[in-house]
T-cell receptor
C-alpha cells in the first residue's frame, strides 16, 4: 500500500532556531517527492520538487533532502521566522498507467514558531 | 495572476440537499483534481481529470460527482450530502499529471463544508 509517514506530528521551536522535519514513504512506482507548506485555512503551496536522482534542493531557507534508497526525505528550515508557522506536508507522486498525476499526501507536521 | 479559484469558501447545508462547489483555473492546465482534507488523514483524492471530458475516480469517490466540460472548470457535485462529507475540500490543477517532473500543482483556497 502506498503510504507517506511524517514525523514529528507537531513541533514548537523558538524564532531563529533551525529544525528538521522527516518523511518516510513506501510508494511505487516513485516519480517525485514534494514538500508543501500549508498555512491555516489556505491551500498548500509548493516548496520543492525532487526526482529520485536529486539528493538535495533548496528554496530560500528551506532545504529538502532525498534518499531514494532508504525512501526517506527531510525538510530543514534554517533561521526560523514567525511566518514559518504552518503545516508542512510531504507528498509523493506515483505514476500509474491510468493516472499520471496521483499525489500521495503525508499527514503533515504542524510547526509553531514562537518569539 | 495564476490561480485556482474555488467557491464558496464556506458552506453549511442540510443532509440531502444537492450542492455544487465550483473550481476554475486560469493557467490552461490539463490536469485537475479534487481532494478532501480531514484531521489526521491528510489530503485524499476524490476525483481527477486528465483533460476535457476525461474524468476518473480517486481514492474516495463515493458520494461525489464531477464534470469537465471545459478546460478551466472542474465542479464538484454532491447529489445528496451526508454528515460524513463534512470536510475541507481543495481543488488543484497542474499542466500535466504529478508524475511529470516539475509539474507544479496549484491549489485553491479551500472550501469548508459542513453538512448537518
Amino acid at each position: 500500500k502506498n503510504q507517506v509517514e511524517q514525523s514529528p506530528q507537531s513541533l514548537i521551536i523558538l524564532e531563529g532556531k533551525n529544525c528538521t522535519l522527516q518523511c518516510n514513504y513506501t510508494v511505487s512506482p516513485f516519480s517525485n517527492l514534494r514538500w508543501y507548506k500549508q498555512d491555516t485555512g489556505r491551500g498548500p503551496v509548493s516548496l520543492t520538487i525532487m526526482t529520485f536522482s536529486e539528493n538535495t534542493k533548496s528554496n530560500g531557507r528551506y532545504t529538502a533532502t532525498l534518499d531514494a534508497d532508504t525512501k526517506q526525505s527531510s525538510l530543514h528550515i534554517t533561521a526560523s521566522q514567525l511566518s514559518d508557522s504552518a503545516s508542512y506536508i510531504c507528498v509523493v507522486s506515483a505514476t500509474s498507467s491510468g493516472n499520471t498525476g496521483k499525489l500521495i499526501f503525508g499527514q503533515g507536521t504542524t510547526l509553531q514558531v514562537k518569539p | 495572476e495564476a490561480q485556482v479559484t474555488q467557491n464558496p469558501r464556506y458552506l453549511i447545508t442540510v443532509t440531502g440537499k444537492k450542492l455544487t462547489v465550483t473550481c476554475s483555473q486560469n493557467m490552461n492546465h490539463e490536469y485537475m483534481s479534487w481532494y478532501r482534507q480531514d484531521p489526521g488523514l491528510g489530503l485524499r483524492q476524490i476525483y481527477y481529470s486528465m483533460n476535457v471530458e476525461v474524468t476518473d475516480k480517486g481514492d474516495v469517490p463515493e458520494g461525489y460527482k464531477v464534470s469537465r466540460k471545459e478546460k478551466r472548470n472542474f465542479p464538484l457535485i454532491l447529489e445528496s450530502p451526508s454528515p460524513n462529507q463534512t470536510s475541507l475540500y481543495f481543488c488543484a490543477s497542474s499542466a500535466k499529471g504529478g508524475g511529470v517532473m516539475n509539474t507544479e500543482a496549484f491549489f485553491g483556497q479551500g472550501t469548508r463544508l459542513t453538512v448537518v
